[in-house]
C-alpha cells in the first residue's frame, strides 16, 4: 500500500497531488511544486500556517485532477510529529472526498533540518495511520481506506528506502492492531475471546504461545488476578507471548494490564464514562501487538509478554473491600478498594515472568490511574522507574514516536501511604493524593531487583475526538514506542 515513486510529473497522471507547504519557506526543491505554492500563496485564505488547506482542480502546472496544499506552519516548528501529521491529513481528505489514492511531494529534507529518512517516515507514519478506519459495526459503510500511498521523491531514492517502507508498514500495523482491539466493544472481547483473538495472530507468527486458564490459575495460586474475576461468569487467562531469536543475549519482558471491561466491582465506577472501560485492556493490546510486531520485524532482542487478562464485574461470587488474598508471589494484599484492579493482576504476572523468564528488563504498561490522566492530561503517559539510562530511553522513544512519557517520582516515604496493619500491603493508598505514584509503587514492591519501569498509559490510550492520524477509539499507543525502545535496548 505504502510506496515511493518518482516525482515526473511530466509522465505520471495523478488523481490527487499533496503538498505540504510551510508559511515561511519554500521547502521543495521542484520547480513545478514552487510555482503551485507561490500560486496558493497569492490567494489570501492561503498562507500556509498550519491548518491551512486549499485544493487547485486540474491546475495547468501538472497533470493532476487535484493538488492539495496542507499548510503545516513556520519552518522552525517543522519537526517529525508535524510530518506524520500532514501525512495523516492528507489521507483522511482523500478518505472523505471517497478518492481511492493519494501522492504526497516530500519536501527537501535540507531545507527543513531533518535527515530524508525522517521525512519518509514521518510521512509514512502519518500517511498509514490515518488509513484506518474502525466501521466493523456499521451497515452503511460510507468510506473506504485509500487503496494506494505513494510519496514523491527523487528518482535515486525509489528503491533506497525499502527496509524503512517495509518496518514502517509493519509498526503501523501493529498500532491499528492494538486500536482495533481496544475500541472492540467488551461484549465481543470477554476474556476468552480477546485471548483467542491474540492466540490466532501470534501462531502465525514466530511467537511460542502458552496460556493458563482458571484451574491452572487456582492450581499455581494466582491470588490477584482469581480475586479480580471472581465476580464475572467470564473466566480470566494469563497469556504468554515469547519471541526467541537465534543469539539473543537480553530477555526483555513485556506486562500488559488486560481488564477487558471494568466495572469497579463491589466498588462501582459512576455511570459517567463507564462506557469506555472497554478500554482498560490498552496495556495488554499494545504488548500483544508489539510482540507479533517484534516477530515479523525480526527484533533482536528475546522478548516476552505475559498478559493477564479478566473482567471486573459486581456479583455475589466478587471480591470485597477487606478481603485479603495471597498473590502469585506469595506475599498477601489487603483489598481496600476493588477498582484498584489493575495492580493485583499486574503483580501476579509480574512475579511470573520474573520467576519463569529471568528478564533483564521488564516493562509493565496499563491504563491504571484516572491520577496519571489527571496530573499529564489525555495525551502522555506517566514513566517510572528507579533505572535513570531505562527511564531515560522511554522518554527518548516517546518523543521520537510522539507517544510521549513524562517520568514521574517513586518517593521512598509514599510507601508508608500502601501499608497494611493486617496484610503485607495493601491496594490503595491512604491518602487521596498521588494516586499514579502509589500504584507504580505498590508494582515496584514485586518486582524484586529486577530492572523495570510502568508506563501509566490511563490518558492517552483513548481518544473521543479524531486525531489527524487516528479516528475516534482506541490510539494504539505504546506499540510504536516499545518497537523503538526494543530495538535500543
Known sequence: MLNLESADFGKVKIETLVIPVCEDNDIHDDQTISLLIEKAKGFKEFKGEKGDNLIFYNPDEVNAQRVILLGLGTLEKTDLETLRQAGGRAVKQCIKKDLSEVRIAVPCAGKINLDIASVIEGLMEGAFLGNHLFDRYKQDKKHKPLSEINLLVKPDMVDKFNELLSRVELVCQGSILARDWVTTPSNDKRPEAFTQSIVSLAEQE????????????????????????????????????????????????????????????????????????????????????????????????????????????????????????????????????????????????????????????????????????????????????????????????????????????????????????????????????????????????????????????????????????????GTGFGVRLLCDLLEKL
Open 206 to 473: 514466530d511467537l511460542t504461545v502458552t496460556v493458563l486458564d482458571e484451574k491452572e490459575l487456582e492450581l499455581n495460586k494466582f491470588g490477584g488476578m482469581l480475586a479480580v474475576a471472581a465476580g464475572s461468569l467470564s473466566k480470566p487467562r494469563l497469556l504468554v507471548l515469547e519471541y526467541n531469536p537465534k543469539a539473543a543475549e537480553k530477555t526483555v519482558a513485556l506486562v500488559g494490564k488486560g481488564v477487558t471491561f471494568d466495572s469497579g466491582g463491589i466498588n462501582l465506577k459512576p455511570s459517567s464514562g463507564l462506557e469506555e472501560m472497554k478500554m482498560d485492556m490498552a496495556g495488554a493490546a499494545a504488548v500483544a501487538a508489539t510482540l507479533i510486531t517484534a516477530a515479523r520485524l525480526k527484533t533482536r532482542v528475546r522478548t516476552i509478554g505475559v498478559i493477564p487478562i479478566v473482567e471486573n464485574m459486581p456479583s455475589g461470587n466478587a471480591a470485597r473491600p477487606g478481603d485479603i488474598v495471597r498473590s502469585y508471589s506469595g506475599k498477601t494484599v489487603e483489598i481496600e478498594n476493588t477498582d484498584a484492579e489493575g495492580r493485583l493482576i499486574l503483580i501476579d504476572a509480574i512475579s511470573y515472568a520474573i520467576k519463569q523468564y529471568k528478564p533483564q528488563t521488564l516493562i509493565d504498561m496499563a491504563t491504571l490511574t484516572g491520577a496519571c490522566a489527571v496530573a499529564l492530561g489525555e495525551k502522555i503517559a506517566g514513566a517510572f522507574s528507579f533505572d535513570d539510562q531505562l527511564a531515560e530511553g522511554i522518554v527518548f522513544s516517546g518523543k521520537k514516536t510522539h507517544e510521549r512519557c513524562w517520568r514521574m517520582p517513586l518517593p521512598e516515604d509514599y510507601k508508608e501511604l500502601i501499608k497494611s496493619d493486617l496484610a503485607d500491603i495493601k491496594n490503595m493508598s491512604s491518602s487521596r493524593w498521588g494516586g499514579a505514584i502509589t500504584a507504580a509503587l505498590f508494582l515496584s514492591e514485586f518486582v524484586e531487583d529486577t530492572r523495570w519501569a510502568h508506563i501509566d498509559i490511563a490518558g492517552p490510550a483513548y481518544i473521543e475526538k479524531e486525531s489527524d492520524y487516528c479516528g475516534v477509539g
